[in-house]
C-alpha cells in the first residue's frame, strides 16, 4: 500500500555528490507530508490524555449496520444496529402504555372529582333548602301569631304601626264590620262595632269621628294574600295606599328556573336558583339587582368552546373572597367552564368559577 503521506522514490546513491537544491526539495516534500499527518489527525477522535481506556482496537468482525460504543471495560466494540432499533422500538412501545396508563388514571381521577363537585353542590342545595324551609316556617308561626294578637285585640309594643301604638286595637268580628271609602275618606263603619278605646277602658258604640289616629305610615303590611307597600294617615285619613297581590319574592322560593341558550337580555328573579345554560350564544347578561334576595344563586354554563359570555351587576360588585372584581365578569371564548354567583348583601354577589 503505497504512503498517502510521503514516498521516497528518489533516495541518494552513496558516493555521489548532493547539492542543497536536491536536499532542499526532499526536506520540502517531508514537510509537506508532515502537514497532510496533522491535518488528519485533527479530524480524528481523539482520547483524553486524562481518560483511562482500554483497547482501542476495532474487533475483527462484521462491521455493516453496527454501532461502535465503549463496553464497560472502556473497550471499543461493535453493536448491532438492528439490536438497538429493537429496543428502541420496545422502549417506545413501553413509553406509550404508561401514556395510556396514565391516561386513563387521570381520567378517573377527574370523573372522581367532578362527582364529588356534584355531590357538594347537591349537599349545599339540600342545605339550602332546609335553611328555607325553616325560615318560612319561622316566618308562617310569626304573622300567624300577629295575627292573632290583632284579632284578639291585644296590643304588644311589637305591633306599633309606622313606630306608634295605633289608639285602638278591633276584635275579629270588628275587622270584618269595616269598609274603606274612597281615598281622603274616613274609616266607615257598616254598623255599630264595639271597640275596646283607650285601651280597654270599656265597650261603646263608635261613630264617625269619635276618634283620631294621629299622622304615620305604615309599610309592608300583609292582609292575607295581599301586601300594602305603604298605608299613609294624616289626621285620622287615609291620604293614599299602594298594594299589590302577593309574590314569591315576598316569602322566598325553593324552586328552579332554567334559562336555555338565551340572548342578551335583563335577568329578573322568578326563582331562589337561577341557571342559564349557554352554548352557540354570544350575550350579556345583566342582573336585576333589587329583584334578588340575599341567599339567592345564579349559575352560568358555558358548555362549549368559542362562545363569550358577559354578565353585569347593575347596583353592586362580584367578589372572589374577598377581592372585588368590578360589576361585570366575562367568560371568555377559551374552555367551556361555569360560574355561580351567590348574593351576599342588597347589591353583592360572591363567586366561584369551576
Known amino acids: 500500500m503505497a504512503n498517502p503521506y510521503f514516498s521516497h522514490v528518489s ?43 482500554g483497547s482501542l482496537e476495532i474487533p475483527n468482525q462484521n462491521l455493516a449496520n453496527g454501532l461502535l460504543f465503549f463496553d464497560e471495560n472502556n473497550n471499543v466494540t461493535v453493536f448491532s444496529k438492528l439490536t438497538y432499533d429493537q429496543g428502541v422500538a420496545t422502549a417506545v412501545t413501553k413509553a406509550g402504555e404508561a401514556s395510556a396508563s396514565a391516561g386513563v388514571a387521570s381520567t378517573k381521577a377527574s370523573e372522581a372529582s367532578s362527582d364529588a363537585g356534584i355531590a357538594s353542590t347537591k349537599a349545599g342545595e339540600a342545605n339550602a333548602s332546609a335553611t328555607a324551609a325553616f325560615n318560612y316556617k319561622e316566618s308562617a308561626k310569626f304573622y300567624y301569631e300577629q295575627t292573632q294578637a290583632l284579632a284578639g285585640g291585644a296590643a304588644p309594643n311589637s305591633l306599633k304601626l309606622g313606630d306608634q301604638l295605633p289608639s285602638f286595637y278591633a276584635t275579629a268580628q270588628s275587622v270584618a264590620d269595616i269598609t274603606l271609602n274612597s281615598l281622603g275618606g274616613e274609616p266607615e263603619f257598616t254598623k255599630a262595632t264595639a271597640f275596646n278605646k283607650a285601651f280597654g277602658t270599656g265597650n261603646s258604640e263608635v261613630a264617625r269621628g269619635d276618634h283620631s289616629h294621629g299622622n304615620y305610615t305604615h309599610a309592608n303590611t300583609l292582609i292575607g294574600a295581599t301586601v300594602f307597600d305603604e298605608i299613609n294617615v294624616t289626621n285620622g285619613l287615609i291620604t293614599s295606599l299602594n298594594s299589590r297581590a302577593l309574590t314569591a319574592k315576598d316569602i322566598g322560593a325553593t324552586d328552579i328556573v332554567v334559562h336555555q341558550n338565551i340572548a342578551t337580555q335583563t335577568i329578573t328573579r322568578v326563582a331562589q336558583t337561577t341557571e342559564i345554560n349557554t352554548w352557540d350564544v354570544t350575550a350579556t347578561y345583566t342582573l336585576d339587582e333589587s329583584s334578588f334576595l340575599v341567599g339567592d344563586k ?20 362580584f ?33 366561584r368559577i369551576y
Open 319 to 351: 367578589f372572589i373572597a374577598a377581592a372585588s372584581q368590578g360589576n361585570t365578569v366575562t367568560m371568555d371564548a377559551g374552555d367551556a367552564f361555569t360560574v355561580e354567583f351567590h348574593k351576599i348583601d342588597l347589591t353583592n354577589w360572591i363567586m
Open 11 to 53: 533516495p541518494f546513491q552513496p558516493g555521489t555528490t548532493v547539492r542543497a537544491d536536491g536536499v532542499n526539495a526532499k526536506f520540502d516534500a517531508v514537510e509537506v507530508s508532515f502537514e497532510k499527518v496533522a491535518a488528519d489527525v485533527d479530524r480524528q477522535l481523539r482520547v483524553h490524555p486524562d481518560n483511562t481506556y
Open 298 to 317: 345564579i349559575i352560568v354554563r358555558k358548555l362549549y368552546e368559542g362562545n363569550t359570555i358577559t354578565i353585569v351587576t347593575d347596583e353592586g360588585d
